[in-house]
């Protein structure tokens, strides 16, 4: 595939990457691979059809594929497409699958909501994770999906009723103001919280190549500071022994190593390791002069070039002890 | 947001009309009235107290999911809500072919002989929307944005130069 020049990666990108990725091979391997589109992965809304039935419809105009057993949910269509056909085919029309990349999917995985869970999704449009999570819940228990803007809202919502979701409330407010104020009123604390956190989307260069031109290390900076407060106002709204999934779409070690170990210096918690269907790499334990907490390399780093995917951040925690 | 929970007892009309319609006869939900007469369902475990109290604290913008609008005396199922009720619609079903599965998907209304008022279209063993009958025509109430926006297929037999508002 040819580069486009306007969408090279700014030096100091490039350099940043060299350092989290010091073997030659392996960033050529990671400078090739994101000039290349994406693979189509699908997601089968199991709250309108079972994997086996969808597969059985689609199998008749693409070919597709079940990579992963223990996730039979998740489909490959291997088949050449046209732009936007799998956007117009009549089953993502009628809610039976969610066009979502594989590594995106790898959040939900992670927090494993259970039907009859209290969750809250702080960050939620467009959706695909919270109507990952609504199809894990069996449209049980109860979702809070979050977001700050109108417009956001709106795509969410419209992806929320193209599933069938029907266990959801979403809202729109600030992340902090909401997790305040339910923290203040002692309103029931959540069981599960999924703060897949507004990132600088280092990770999505194969569907979104124009995050080259727009990458900037000062965004970096003022998002790490943002993430810091989103989490810090999460766990106060998590129960004791609950799970909170950080997870983004970005490499930057300042939105992701840096807010896990801000988190685990701060707050009664502790991180648990991963057991995803990707390949994961360990957080590093150190960027720059800063060092990191050890546990920090229990976190997931998701490389694009380890797994034809984008490349993705995920982490998980578990409060030992309410936040009063 | 405004909203009103739907009493047991009105739910209970409702179901009864949604039965005559449609033939539906379980709806496992709780019912919200919200503007335009647009009734939404929530299957979470929050209470309707709680639900109260959430909308106090935070600024809630919907409830579960549209499923039904309530307009003269037609309950007229939203578009998602027909394939997640799928399996319990029986009634008034217009079955369509290829061809004019091709223009309704696009949003056109179809000529179609049929009885009159509210119709849910099959294809294919599918039910792909729902429309008003004036025994004539069946007007597309297809939602504008779950339209697909390509050309007709090369082999339909309605293709022609004309666009889409000419046809």
């Not at chain 1, 193209?162 to 909401?178: E, K, M, P, Q, Y």
């Amino acid at each position: 595939m040819t580069k486009n020049p306007r969408y090279q990666m700014k030096p100091l990108f490039e350099q940043r990457m060299q350092t989290l990725l010091p073997e030659k091979k392996d960033f050529d391997n990671f400078s090739k691979i994101i000039h290349q589109g994406p693979e189509n992965f699908i997601r089968c809304n199991t709250i309108k059809i079972s994997p086996e039935k969808l597969l059985e419809k689609l199998e008749s105009k693409w070919q597709v594929k079940q990579p992963f057993p223990k996730f039979p949910e998740i489909l490959l269509v291997t088949s050449d497409l046209k732009p936007g056909e799998l956007g117009n085919a009549l089953e993502h029309l009628l809610g039976y699958y969610y066009i979502q990349e594989i590594s995106s999917m790898m959040s939900v995985l992670a927090l494993d909501p259970q039907p009859d869970e209290f969750v809250l999704d702080i960050c939620a449009s467009p959706g695909s994770k919270t109507t990952q999570a609504a199809a894990k819940m069996q449209n049980k228990g109860t979702i809070i999906a979050n977001d700050l803007k109108l417009d956001r809202i709106k795509i969410l919502s419209t992806n929320l009723e193209r599933c069938g979701v029907t266990n959801t409330i979403t809202t729109r407010n600030d992340a902090i103001s909401l997790c305040s104020s339910l923290k203040k009123s002692n309103f029931r604390k959540f069981d599960r919280i999924l703060l897949d956190a507004p990132c600088s989307g280092e990770g999505t260069l194969r569907s979104s190549p124009k995050t080259l031109l727009m990458w900037n290390q000062k965004v970096i900076k003022k998002l790490s500071r943002q993430q810091k407060k989103f989490i810090a106002f999460a766990f106060k709204c998590l129960k004791e022994g609950g799970t909170l999934v950080y997870s983004t779409c970005t490499h930057a070690p300042e939105e992701n190593e840096e807010v896990v170990s801000f988190a685990l210096e701060n707050f009664p918690v502790k991180i648990e390791t991963l057991s995803l269907p990707l390949k994961c790499r360990e957080g590093i334990s150190q960027w720059k002069e800063k060092k990191f907490h050890k546990d920090v390399e229990k976190t997931c780093r998701i490389y694009p070039q380890d797994n034809n995917s984008e490349g993705f951040f995920v982490s998980k925690f578990k409060l030992v002890e309410e936040i009063a | 947001m405004n909203y009103k929970f739907i009493k047991s007892s009105e739910k209970r009309k409702i179901l009864a009309g949604l039965e005559e319609q449609y033939g539906i006869t379980d709806l496992p939900y709780l019912l919200i009235e919200t503007g335009k007469k647009r009734l939404r369902a929530f299957s979470g475990s929050l209470s309707k107290e709680e639900i109260s109290d959430l909308a106090q604290l935070t600024n809630i913008e919907l409830i579960g999911m549209y499923l039904i609008s309530r307009k003269d005396n037609d309950l007229r199922l939203n578009f998602d809500a027909i394939s997640l009720l799928r399996n319990q619609i029986t009634k008034n079903i217009v079955g369509i072919n290829k061809d004019q599965f091709e223009l309704w998907i696009r949003g056109h209304d179809l000529e179609i002989e049929t009885q009159r008022g509210i119709v849910i279209i099959s294809f294919e063993n599918e039910l792909v929307g729902i429309g008003k009958s004036n025994a004539e025509k069946i007007f597309n109430y297809l939602p504008k944005e779950r339209r697909i926006k390509t050309a007709l297929p090369a082999d339909s037999q309605f293709r022609t130069n004309k666009t889409h508002e000419d046809l």
